[in-house]
């Protein structure tokens, strides 16, 4: 059974660099990695995609190494508005399993 | 265009009694996700439609739980005899059909019950 893992929570200082790191070491060859964001009171929203290596749209980076056993979700400059939980969400059509995600918590 | 809508928004009820709860995707998608989310955890995946084929209800959590959708648009999820361990918030999401790779799931504002 797959499992995947990453920090329960983080604590950042604002204007800072920020990495999430999520294993998921029996990922399958055609699975796609994909972070969600979730504020409190709110569903879940579409980050950011990919597949390997290094995918960067407006809003963050994702950083997957060549044996894709892990990934790394980079938000540059992180504000007191990027506070929520991050969900890593390894797999294809029908990985429908969230986790408990990453508390991030940007501290003024 | 218009997102991914629930309602109501917020329901209580008493344990024992039978609550439904709405959802409407997004025009076009053919693919439909139940989550719950208990207070401060993770999302549980509950069951999955997609276009015709029979759905996934591996995550149900008990026979009294049930969903069914109508065509491509709008589903129901059914309680029977609630419980307070029902008491979460019940979130819809859908995508365009799978072409193989992870589509986007775009999710409503959920349902927030709480059973007394």
């Known amino acids: 059974l797959a499992k995947t893992t990453q920090p329960i929570s983080m604590d950042s200082y604002e204007g800072q660099e920020v990495n999430i790191t999520c294993s998921h070491n029996n990922i399958a060859t055609n699975d796609y990695i994909t972070w969600y964001q979730q504020f409190p009171s709110q569903g879940p929203r579409f980050i950011i995609q990919g597949y390997k290596t290094k995918v960067t749209n407006e809003v963050a980076s994702l950083f997957i190494p060549a044996d894709r056993k892990s990934s790394t979700l980079s938000l540059p400059r992180v504000s007191l508005s990027d506070t929520a939980v991050y969900y890593c969400l390894p797999g294809g059509a029908n990985n429908l399993f969230f986790g408990t995600g990453t508390r991030l918590t940007v501290i003024p | 265009g218009a997102g991914v809508s629930q309602s109501p928004s917020n329901k209580v009820t008493e344990k024992g009694k039978d609550v439904e709860l709405r959802c409407d995707p997004i025009?076009?998608?053919?693919?439909l996700y139940w989550y719950r989310q208990r207070l401060g955890q993770g999302l549980e995946f509950l069951i999955y439609?997609?276009?015709?084929?029979?759905?996934?209800k591996s995550g149900l959590p008990s026979d009294r739980f049930s969903a069914e959708r109508t065509g491509e648009s709008v589903s129901t999820l059914t309680i029977q005899r609630t419980q307070q361990e029902d008491s979460a918030v019940y979130l819809c999401?859908?995508?365009?059909?799978?072409?193989?790779?992870?589509?986007?799931?775009?999710f409503g504002p959920g349902t927030r019950l709480l059973v007394l």
């Open positions: 025009s076009g998608h053919t693919a």
């Open positions: 439609f997609q276009g015709n084929s029979a759905p996934d």
């Open positions: 999401a859908s995508s365009l059909i799978s072409a193989g790779y992870q589509e986007t799931q775009y």
